[in-house]
């Protein structure tokens, strides 16, 4: 990675304050979460999009 650090890691517990859960869930649009990128660049989510799942079928099902 040339001169950087790469670190792998678990997450083995997260808190979230209940002012920003939504049905039990963490909200993007609430929580706002910011990344860092390299340098002095840093991103945030834009624009959210919410899609519907499609349907799991078990094999053969039909």
């Known amino acids: ?3 950087s ?3 792998f890691g678990r997450v083995l ?3 979230v304050d209940e002012d920003y859960l939504l049905d039990g869930r ?3 649009e ?4 910011l990344t860092k990128l390299g ?3 840093w991103g945030t989510l834009g624009d959210i999009v919410h ?3 499609i349907p799991y079928e ?3 099902s039909r």
């Open 1 to 3: 990675m040339g001169n």
């Open 51 to 53: 899609l519907n799942r």
């Open 58 to 60: 078990e094999p053969g």
């Open 39 to 41: 340098g002095d660049e």
């Open 5 to 7: 650090t790469l670190v």
């Open 30 to 33: 609430r929580l706002r979460p």
């Open 13 to 15: 517990h997260a808190a």
């Open 26 to 28: 963490p909200d993007s």
